[in-house]
């Protein structure tokens, strides 16, 4: 069995802190741009009107709020966005793409925990997590306190990597995850461990069947996993009970 890599909050707070300058770049050059189709179908999944209040967890950069709040493509805009996230430097990256784009009128960036979220109960209408929740030490408080803070019936979109179990593209994609991601992503941001810890907390990340499960004790009903591009990235969808 795999040992699950180390997920106290200072020492992955302080790898995203180092690798916050060139995040947003090698997520899309590590991902060929997949990425942005991934979070557009997870704010389409949310069937936002216009009206809502958006929580984004673990939003590092602030993409998903961004999107979000833009609208366009992906249908109506949500009419404002907190985005949470324990990492000062990847908020500091974010809150320069807010005002580049205006945006920082209705997105707010909040620097908390996700197993100890700074907002009342049911003061959410609809909350994301974009591949966060894998680096949670107890993703179950996490999910817990994302539906403390919803209200009865909002919609929930989390995204996180999965393992595709396609012969072949399984093979391949192992090989590209375990080794040349670890690489370029070691030349890019010049942080040594930060890109084979992301295979290693994928690997220990709970099935898709567990997590579904988890989100269920946490107080989420018609909770689905969809695998998306072979199941390299799952969208879990859900409404608070
Ligand atoms: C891989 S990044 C994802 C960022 C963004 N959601 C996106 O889609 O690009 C993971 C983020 O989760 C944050 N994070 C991890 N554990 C956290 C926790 N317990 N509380 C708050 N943020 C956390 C990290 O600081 C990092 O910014």
Redesign the pocket.
């Known amino acids: 069995m795999t040992t699950p890599p180390d ?1 106290t ?1 200072d020492r ?2 302080g ?3 180092a690798i ?1 300058p060139r ?2 770049l090698l ?1 899309h050059v590590l991902s060929a741009g997949i ?1 942005r189709r991934w ?1 557009a179908r997870a704010i389409r999944s949310l069937r936002l009107t216009g009206r809502e209040t958006l929580l ?9 709020a961004l999107h979000a709040c833009r609208g366009g493509a992906s249908g109506p805009p949500a009419a404002r966005a907190i ?5 000062a430097a ?2 500091s990256v974010g809150r320069r793409k807010l005002r580049a784009t205006g945006e920082d009128r209705r997105i707010t960036l909040v620097r ?4 100890r979220l700074p907002m009342r109960d049911g003061t959410v209408d609809v909350a ?10 107890r993703p179950e408080l ?1 999910c817990g306190e994302v539906a403390r803070v919803m209200r009865r019936g909002g919609r929930l979109a989390i ?1 996180e990597f999965g393992v595709p179990r396609v012969p072949g593209i399984g093979t391949l994609y192992l090989w590209y995850f375990k080794c040349l991601l670890p690489s370029v992503g070691r030349m890019v941001s010049g942080h040594t461990a930060a890109y084979s810890y ?1 295979p290693a907390s994928v690997g220990t990340f709970p099935s898709p069947d567990e997590f579904v499960r988890i989100l269920e004790q946490a107080g989420f009903v018609h909770v689905r996993a969809h695998p998306l591009t072979f199941g390299i990235v799952y969208l879990y969808t859900a409404v608070k009970r």
């Open positions: 997920k909050p992955i707070a790898m995203f802190d916050a995040y947003d997520n990425d979070r984004d967890v673990c939003t590092g950069t602030a993409d998903v985005g949470v996230d324990f990492a990847m908020l908390g925990d996700a197993t994301t997590v974009a591949f966060g929740v894998r680096n949670v030490e996490a995204l992301l």
